[in-house]
């Protein structure tokens, strides 16, 4: 315990951290240097913060077991005889799914070449145990903040919005083909985001004890985002795999952050006027679903404008970076937005998509606020 919290949290969190950014590092790895060598320092960070967090709540799940004091036990859920926290085992299956995706990654780099996208089958299961590894940190800092006194529990509750951060950056990182900036004045980015995004801002927001719950959350993404854009710039990386058309001397950074924290607020204003005027959830979800996209909108539809022009080609914004292997055709179109499509048609889907995305927060964030083991 340090000052009331499990030390096995801070353990868990820290796993995730090196995991989400070998994640970006990786991404960067890839359109800097191209694939050189399985044990890349990007590899080396994702996997050590999977061994981690499988040691750390291995351990715990044996010093509950043989060990623990009564309480401990009893807040404890047994599985194969052993007993440990229930986000303990959900981590433990995600550094075991983690684990089981790198020679399964390593096979198919061999087999197929460099990745042309991230959705493939080993990095799906890899994001996968990432996922259950963070979500265990939640629930693991989730369930003592529910048994903790006042003290504790506004340290634990920040402990678990620091976790909610982490998981939109892993969410965010997923769907980025999805969301780049040339794209940002077509519904489907704003159908992706509507349908992603809203369900994890919204699950953290309830199930938080915090004030600004969902602010915090995309504040946590953003700084994280921020941090790699501008540091990654500073180390050297060069190809070495062709075809080469761009001359790259540094390591890539990844997209600008999404302004998230825009919604962030205004969810975060809607679910204190849930508490106080005592409405159904469906009718909360579909006024969150038309928040969130009026006023993602209102700041991504703008900011879209800029990232493409020269204001945005410099080291703050990294606008002017391009991947090695991109070819002139493509460099062209680096700064050109593409056409907007029919979002008559195109943005009341996002809305749905916003709205069941909203629901199904409240209905996750309604369980995880009740988590005691």
């Not at 292997?325 to 979002?343: A, G, K, M």
Request: glycine share 8%; proline share 5%.
């Amino acid at each position: 315990m340090a000052g009331g919290v499990p030390l096995a949290i801070y353990g868990v969190l820290f796993a995730s951290t090196s995991v989400v950014l070998g994640v970006v590092w990786d991404i960067s790895w890839h359109r800097t240097i191209g694939r050189d060598t399985f044990w890349t320092p990007a590899h080396v960070a994702i996997y050590l913060g999977g061994v981690v967090s499988g040691l750390t709540c291995g351990w715990l799940a044996l010093k509950t077991t043989f060990a623990g004091t009564a309480s401990a036990r009893a807040e404890a859920v047994r599985f194969w005889g052993f007993r440990a926290p229930f986000g303990a085992w959900v981590s433990i299956w995600g550094a075991i799914a983690m684990l089981t995706s790198a020679p399964f990654d390593d096979w198919w780099h061999n087999a197929y070449g460099l990745d042309v996208k991230i959705v493939s089958p080993p990095h799906m299961l890899l994001a996968a145990g990432i996922a259950a590894i963070q979500c265990g940190a939640m629930l693991m800092a989730l369930a003592a903040q529910n048994r903790a006194t006042d003290a504790d529990r506004r340290q634990l509750g920040r402990l678990f919005l620091y976790g909610a951060g982490l998981l939109l950056v892993l969410v965010a990182t997923i769907s980025i083909e999805y969301t780049r900036r040339w794209d940002m004045h077509r519904s489907s980015f704003y159908q992706v985001t509507s349908a992603v995004f809203v369900f994890f801002l919204v699950s953290a927001a309830r199930a938080s004890v915090a004030r600004w719950p969902a602010t915090a959350a995309s504040l946590v993404y953003t700084a994280l985002i921020l941090c790699m854009v501008w540091l990654l710039p500073f180390f050297p990386g060069q190809p070495l795999l062709g075809p080469i058309y761009v001359q790259v001397d540094r390591f890539m950074p990844p997209p600008f952050p999404l302004l998230l924290v825009v919604p962030a607020v205004a969810i975060d204003l809607l679910m204190r006027w849930r508490r106080e005027v005592r409405g159904r959830d469906w009718l909360l979800a579909a006024v969150i679903a038309v928040a969130f996209l009026v006023t993602f909108i209102a700041v991504q539809w703008p900011f879209a404008d800029f990232l493409v022009s020269e204001w945005a080609r410099n080291d703050v914004f990294g606008s002017h970076r391009m991947d090695y292997n991109l070819t002139p055709q493509v460099q062209e179109r680096w700064y050109r937005l593409n056409r907007s499509d029919n979002l008559g048609r195109g943005l009341p889907i996002a809305l749905v998509l916003g709205f069941v995305s909203a629901r199904f927060g409240l209905w996750w964030g309604n369980w995880m606020a009740r988590v005691q083991r």
